[in-house]
T-cell receptor, first 115, second 115 residues
């Protein structure tokens, strides 16, 4: 089955700096790669996603890049703010296949943004 | 509010006991997913149902079982509970069980503490 590795496990930055979180996946059939943000004691929420037919996607201060050949994708957060502090999870899935959209998550990255 | 409802929010029980966690998906969502979140294990996929049928199974213990009812709500049954079963159990739902757009909507979770 799919295996997703995520690094780093913790990331500490100063407000205004950029943060980058990287993930690799094992199943070349995976074609959907979402990122979820989980604040302390809350549910995971989707912040951005990318499909395998796209190399990069941006939404204001966040962007995701995908390298299908290398089977890795990254989350980039620019101009970080204290409210960006949370746990971030990457995930991989196969849309349209027999796995019916099951997400396999990475282990998570605890991002701390210091004011 | 994601539209996914989970009950109970908190549950404290003893080893050897059995509990049932309940999930109501978003209106119109046919697919329900169960995830277990322990401190050191990230979000582990347990099982998925689509329109009443089991579609995918993760590393779900034999002591655990689930079902999805005709009204699409789902229940996760945990029996012969052990200390290590203490975790946050999330239910998530999606539109078509693997078709676009692929986003999973998570409930607020049920926090199980086994003493």
């Amino acid at each position: 089955g799919e295996n997703v590795e995520q690094h780093p496990s913790t990331l500490s930055v100063q407000e205004g700096d950029s943060a980058v979180i990287k993930c690799t996946y094992s199943d070349s059939a995976s074609n959907y790669f979402p990122w979820y943000k989980q604040e302390l004691g809350k549910r995971p929420q989707l912040i951005i996603d990318i499909r395998s037919n796209v190399g990069e996607k941006k939404d204001q201060r966040i962007a995701v890049t995908l390298n299908k050949t290398a089977k890795h994708f990254s989350l980039h957060i620019t101009e970080t703010q204290p409210e960006d502090s949370a746990v971030y999870f990457c995930a991989a899935s196969i849309l349209g296949g027999t796995s019916y959209g099951k997400l396999t998550f990475g282990q998570g990255t605890i991002l701390t943004v210091h004011p | 509010d994601s539209g996914v409802t989970q009950t109970p929010k908190h549950l404290i029980t003893a080893t050897g006991q059995r509990v049932t966690l309940r999930c109501s998906p978003r209106s119109g969502d046919l697919s329900v997913y169960w995830y277990q979140q322990s401190l050191d294990q990230g979000l582990q996929f347990l099982i998925q149902y689509y329109n009443g049928e089991e579609r995918a199974k993760g590393n779900i213990l034999e002591r655990f079982s689930a079902q999805q009812f005709p009204d699409l709500h789902s229940e996760l049954n945990l029996s012969s509970l052990e200390l290590g079963d203490s975790a946050l159990y999330f239910c998530a739902s999606s539109v078509g069980g693997g078709r676009a757009p692929g986003e999973l909507f998570f409930g607020e979770g049920s926090r199980l503490t086994v003493l």
